[in-house]
C-alpha cells in the first residue's frame, strides 16, 4: 500500500499477526472476483461464531461485483461510500434478527457484530480486506430485499483485496492515508 507510514496497531505486547494487521482500507484492487471457496470460507468463519443461547441471529445478503444485486446495494450507501466502495469484489450486507418465534433477541445486535468480526479474521486470513459501513439506508435495504420486520440490514462490508488509495479522490482516501488511532488500555480500563 501507497502509505509512508506504518499503519500496523501499535502494540504494548506482540498481538496475533493478523489482527496488528488488519485495516480497514477504502482502496480495493477493482475486478477482483473472490473465489467460491473464499465466500464460503468468510461465511463458515461467522457461522460458527458464538451467540447468546445459540440463537445465530445473522443473516446475510451477498452481492458480487457485476451483478444487480451489487448495484442495487451500492445504489442504498451514502454518496461518500459509494465512491470507493465500487470498487470492491462483493458487498456483504450482515443483517440482524431481532426476534424469533421465542420473542425478542436481545443480544442479536452485539452477536451479529461478533460474527461479523471472526468474518473478518477470516478474510484476512485469505489474504482480503474489509471495511465496513454504516452509512447507508437500511430501509432500502429492507425494502429492495424484501426482509420482514424482524430482519434489520445493520452494517454493509466491502470485500476485496487491498488497493492502491493513489488511485481514489483526495476527498475518499483520506482513512487509508492516515496514521491510526486508539484509546490506550489505561483509558479503556474503567477499574484501572
Ligand atoms: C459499524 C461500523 C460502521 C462504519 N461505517 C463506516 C462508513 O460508513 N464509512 C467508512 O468509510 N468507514 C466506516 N467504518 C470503518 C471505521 O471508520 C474504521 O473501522 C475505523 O476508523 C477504524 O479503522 P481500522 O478498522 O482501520 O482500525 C465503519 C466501521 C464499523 C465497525
Same mark, same amino acid.
Given at each position: 500500500?501507497?502509505?509512508?507510514? +506504518?499503519?500496523?496497531?501499535? #502494540?504494548?505486547?506482540?498481538?496475533?499477526?493478523?489482527?496488528?494487521?488488519?485495516?480497514?482500507? &477504502?482502496?480495493?484492487?477493482?475486478?477482483?472476483?473472490?473465489?467460491?471457496?473464499?465466500?464460503?470460507?468468510? @461465511?463458515?468463519?461467522?457461522?460458527?461464531?458464538?451467540?447468546?443461547?445459540?440463537?445465530?441471529?445473522?443473516?446475510?445478503?451477498?452481492?458480487?461485483?457485476? #451483478?444487480? %444485486?451489487?448495484?442495487?446495494?451500492?445504489?442504498?450507501?451514502?454518496?461518500?461510500?459509494?465512491?470507493?466502495?465500487?470498487?470492491?469484489?462483493?458487498?456483504?450486507?450482515?443483517? $440482524?434478527? +431481532?426476534?424469533?418465534?421465542?420473542?425478542? @433477541?436481545?443480544?442479536?445486535?452485539?452477536?451479529?457484530?461478533?460474527?461479523?468480526?471472526?468474518?473478518?479474521?477470516?478474510?484476512?486470513? %485469505?489474504?482480503? #480486506?474489509?471495511?465496513?459501513?454504516?452509512?447507508?439506508?437500511? +430501509?432500502?435495504?429492507?425494502?429492495?430485499?424484501? *426482509?420482514?420486520?424482524? *430482519?434489520?440490514?445493520?452494517?454493509?462490508?466491502?470485500?476485496?483485496?487491498?488497493?492502491?488509495?493513489? *488511485?481514489?479522490?483526495?476527498?475518499?482516501?483520506?482513512?487509508?492515508?492516515?496514521? $491510526?488511532? &486508539?484509546?490506550?488500555? +489505561?483509558? @479503556? @480500563?474503567?477499574?484501572?
Amino acid at each position: 500500500m501507497n502509505t509512508s507510514f +506504518d499503519r500496523h496497531a501499535q #502494540t504494548a505486547v506482540p498481538i496475533h499477526p493478523l489482527l496488528a494487521s488488519r485495516q480497514s482500507t &477504502r482502496a480495493f484492487e477493482a475486478g477482483y472476483d473472490l473465489s467460491d471457496d473464499q465466500v464460503t470460507a468468510l @461465511l463458515e468463519a461467522a457461522r460458527w461464531s458464538p451467540s447468546a443461547g445459540n440463537s445465530q441471529p445473522w443473516r446475510f445478503i451477498l452481492a458480487r461485483r457485476e #451483478t444487480g %444485486e451489487f448495484k442495487r446495494v451500492l445504489d442504498s450507501l451514502k454518496p461518500g461510500n459509494r465512491e470507493w466502495a465500487q470498487h470492491a469484489s462483493a458487498l456483504l450486507v450482515g443483517v $440482524r434478527v +431481532d426476534s424469533n418465534e421465542k420473542g425478542p @433477541l436481545s443480544h442479536a445486535a452485539y452477536d451479529l457484530g461478533q460474527a461479523m468480526a471472526h468474518l473478518t479474521f477470516q478474510a484476512a486470513a %485469505e489474504g482480503l #480486506t474489509v471495511r465496513q459501513m454504516g452509512g447507508f439506508d437500511a +430501509d432500502a435495504i429492507a425494502g429492495e430485499f424484501e *426482509l420482514p420486520e424482524a *430482519l434489520r440490514p445493520t452494517t454493509v462490508m466491502a470485500i476485496g483485496i487491498a488497493g492502491d488509495p493513489g *488511485l481514489l479522490e483526495e476527498s475518499v482516501a483520506g482513512p487509508d492515508r492516515s496514521p $491510526r488511532g &486508539r484509546l490506550t488500555i +489505561d483509558e @479503556l @480500563l474503567l477499574n484501572g
